[in-house]
Structures are given as C-alpha cells and as structure tokens.
C-alpha cells in the first residue's frame, strides 16, 4: 500500500512538473505582452498596450504577417489540390511498384530534407530566376511537403467506397465532377487535416525565407522575429513578445476552426 501511494505520488509529481514546463513559457507569452518593461519571469501585467502600438509602428512587423498568410496559404492550396489528384489517382490506379514507390517518396522525404537539399535548391532557384521571389518559395515549399501530403491523403481516398463514383459515372459524371462533387466531399476532413499541417510547416519556416528572399518587404514573420533585438544585440523583450503573441493568434484560431468543423483524423470520412 505505502509503495502505491508513494507510486502515485511521484507520477502527479512528474506530470505537475511537465505540466509547468509547458505551461510557464505560454504563460510568459500571453501576460509580457501588456507588461511595461517584461522579464524573463512571468509576472503580473500592468495591462499597457504601448508594446502593441510599437509593433504596429514597426515598418516590417505587419507587413511580414501579410507575407506569411500568403505563403502559408499560397502553399497550402497547391499542396491539397496536387496531393489530392495524385493520391486519388494512386488510390485508383493499379500500377506495378505503386506501394514501393509511394514508400520511397515518404522515406525520401523524411531524409532529405528541405535544410539536407539547400545547396541544389538553391542553386535550382537562381537557374529558374526565383531567387526573390514569394511565388518561387512557395514552389519549393509545395515540393518538400507534397510526399507526405500525397501519403496521408491516400489513406482517406482508399476508405472512400467506390461504389458512389461507379454511380456517378452511370448517371455520365466526367472524371473530373467526379473527384469534385463525390470525392472531395468524403474526404473534406483529410483535406482539412493536410491544409492545416502545411500552414503550420510553411508558417514556422524560417531556413528557406530567409536564404531564397533578399527584400525584406518580402520576410515571412518568422524571418522578422529573428531581427526584433537592440543595437546592442539584446532580445527586444517587449516587442518579441507582443510580435509572439501576434504571430501565433493565427494558427491557433486555424486549428481550433478546422478541429471543430472536421476533426482531426487519419482514416477516411465514410463508413462502408
């Protein structure tokens, strides 16, 4: 009985210390923000709002929020509609090797990654002339992800029943209403699940903005925290914060939405 009790003892006592491992930073980020002069302590704020006009103030701060919506979305639309058609047709098609070769991009992927292939990608970016340029980055972004992206959303389009799209082409359904008005409507929440998971990757890169953009009009937020410190070389506490928590309302508000509306979820949307 005493080893019990002292068993469960120390496994709360465990959990309330990583409980507070993970809950202090988010407690600093939420309150230094309407703090005057914040620490690296959590304190009780004195509810300014000083720090918020000085971030607005900033000429690039904003601005980069802006640049990372639509890097982030940009990418994410491309990476859902090219994974999506390409995990439908290796769902459908039988092709020899289909299996090994979806395994091998996984794998692939998950080795070479984006900071492994660097060098060739941007070497491939200055012959393409997409060095400085948002729309390159986002190309090169929807590279790295679509093997993964074309992974998780084959699961969903493989529990999808075949049966609904043999009926639509009875009725003269073309392929592509086919995949628009029976397909996509069953695998919505897989859809959803990869169009979150790009705008998470894409929103916290930091390596590719900041080695593929030279104009710093054209910095994504999370190249722009990396320049909010002092002359000196000090962390700009308040404004680090404030940006912080600005930075982060976005995604949070996307995953709660998404979360709510379909779910998060690694099989497919249908029963059989």
Do not use: C
Request: hydrophobic content about 55%; glycine content about 6%; cysteine-free.
């Amino acid at each position: 009985m005493t080893r019990f009790v002292l068993g469960r003892i120390g496994f709360y006592t465990l959990i309330a210390v990583l409980l507070a491992f993970f809950t202090i930073p988010l407690l600093w980020l939420v309150t230094a923000p309407f703090t005057s002069n914040p620490t690296y302590q959590v304190t009780v704020p004195d509810f300014t709002l000083e720090n918020f006009k000085a971030v607005v103030e900033h000429p690039y701060a904003l601005p980069s929020l802006y640049n990372s919506v639509l890097l982030s979305v940009g990418t994410a639309v491309l990476v859902v509609i090219m994974a999506g058609l390409a995990a439908y047709a290796l769902s459908r098609v039988r092709l020899p090797g289909r299996d090994a070769l979806l395994y091998a991009l996984l794998l692939l992927s998950s080795i070479i990654t984006g900071t492994a292939a660097m060098v060739p990608l941007f070497q491939l970016a200055v012959e393409l002339n997409l060095i400085d340029s948002q729309f390159g980055l986002i190309l090169i972004l929807t590279g790295g992800l679509l093997p993964a992206a074309i992974f998780m959303l084959k699961d969903f389009m493989d529990s999808t029943p075949k049966s609904y799209e043999e009926s639509a082409r009875v009725f003269g359904a073309t392929p592509l209403q086919i995949v628009r008005h029976v397909v996509v409507p069953l695998v919505r929440p897989g859809l959803a699940t990869v169009a979150v998971w790009a705008v998470a990757n894409v929103w916290g890169n930091f390596l590719m903005p900041y080695l593929l953009l030279r104009d710093v009009e054209q910095y994504p937020a999370a190249v722009i925290t990396y320049t909010l410190y002092t002359e000196g070389g000090q962390a700009n506490l308040s404004m680090l914060s404030t940006f912080g928590l600005l930075y982060s309302i976005p995604v949070v508000l996307m995953y709660l939405f998404v979360s709510k509306k379909y779910g998060f979820r690694f099989h497919g949307g249908i029963k059989r």
